[in-house]
């Protein structure tokens, strides 16, 4: 079984910083592309940035260069940096990756329980 953690959301004023952490645990070989996405209330699930395993990055136009991807492949991790935010990047956030436990298994996708953040004005 493998598992998503996240952790690091909360509530903060318009402005500030917050910094994100998933951790993926559990029967794993290697994990490829890792990232976040956010669901406001009402709305569709969204892509907010991922990330592959040699550091390529991709971002969601409302977030670049305000937000920032990384992760530790040592730690099996990513995370979310998160400056300037706005009330608008107001949701839950969800860390996904695509995590196999084998290498003659498929990669399969994965999802955290979310986490959230608030940001008021």
């Known amino acids: 079984q493998v598992q998503l953690v996240e952790s690091g959301g909360g509530l903060v004023q318009a402005g500030g910083s917050l910094r994100l952490s998933c951790a993926a645990s559990?029967?794993?070989?290697?994990?490829?592309?890792m990232g976040w996405y956010r669901q406001a209330p009402g709305k569709q699930r969204e892509l907010v940035a991922v990330?592959?395993?040699?550091?390529?990055?991709n971002y969601a136009d409302s977030v670049k260069g305000r937000f920032t991807i990384s992760r530790d492949n040592a730690k099996n991790a990513v995370y979310l940096q998160m400056n300037s935010l706005k009330p608008e990047d107001t949701a839950v956030y969800y860390c996904?990756?695509?995590?196999?436990?084998?290498?003659?298994?498929?990669?399969?996708?994965?999802w955290g329980q979310g986490t959230q953040v608030t940001v008021s004005s």
């Open positions: 990330i592959t395993s040699g550091g390529s990055t």
């Open positions: 996904n990756a695509d995590i196999t436990g084998s290498s003659w298994y498929s990669f399969i996708n994965y």
């Open positions: 559990g029967s794993i070989f290697s994990i490829n592309v």
